[in-house]
């Protein structure tokens, strides 16, 4: 059964999280910009752009190497997973907090 792993953007790294127990030949990777986080407190402007580009490039060096990644937009992270699970309700959902 294959899952969709989301990767929340302060856990941007293969070796720890929700990557450690990810399979690159059946988990689906998402990592999701929601609206909620961007516009939910005030951020530094630099410190936001950091945080947002450094999880496109995770997202698109996963997809480099193999990974199916989907990099979504939504209105919250909760709108975005539900969102994945729509397109394919066959898989289940994963996430793990680093500890």
Known sequence: MSRIIYIPFDQLNVDYGAMKIAVKEIDQIV????????NG????KQRLQFLISS?????????????Q????KAASTVDGLREMQQNDKSQST???LSS
């Open 55 to 67: 999880a496109r490039h995770f997202a698109s060096d996963l997809s480099d190497a193999g990974w």
């Open 94 to 96: 994963a996430t793990l």
């Open 41 to 44: 407190r005030k951020w530094h």
């Open 69 to 72: 990644v989907t990099y979504l």
């Open 31 to 38: 990592l999701i910009e929601s609206q909620r986080m961007i």
